[in-house]
Nanobody
Framework: QVQLVESGGGLVQAGGSLRLSCAAS????????WGWFRQTPGKEREFVAG????????RSADSVNGRFTISRDKAKNTIYLQMNSLKPEDTAVYYC????????????????WGQGTQVTVSS
């Protein structure tokens, strides 16, 4: 069982930055692949970025490549999403999730989800 709690969302102007945090509890973290997703009203959840617990492998969506970076801090049991050069189209609720399958981008493959944190980017 894994519990996830996101934080760090808020309102930011276009071109600005935010860092989202996802505090994880439960064991063992190395058994899971960790992802960030986002969702806007009326749309399906979209994969944003993923990382394995060792941090040796990451992947991200084309829409955020070069702007967003996923990382994890083992000591703090926390996964981060650093978001730079934000655009109004990045506005969404962002979710942290854990999957027992490695490298997956399909939200149906994720077993545990946080409650989400709102990110709003103004133009």
């Amino acid at each position: 069982q894994v519990q996830l709690v996101e934080s760090g969302g808020g309102l930011v102007q276009a071109g600005g930055s935010l860092r989202l945090s996802c505090a994880a509890s439960g064991r063992p973290f190395s058994d899971y692949y960790w992802g960030w997703f986002r969702q806007t009203p009326g749309k399906e959840r979209e994969f944003v970025a993923g990382v394995n617990w060792s941090g040796s492998s990451t992947r991200s969506a084309d829409s955020v490549n070069g702007r967003f970076t996923i990382s994890r801090d083992k000591a703090k049991n926390t996964i981060y999403l650093q978001m730079n050069s934000l655009k109004p189209e990045d506005t969404a609720v962002y979710y942290c999730a854990a999957s027992r399958y490695y490298g997956v981008t399909n939200d149906e493959a994720y077993h545990y989800w946080g409650q989400g944190t709102q990110v709003t980017v103004s133009s």
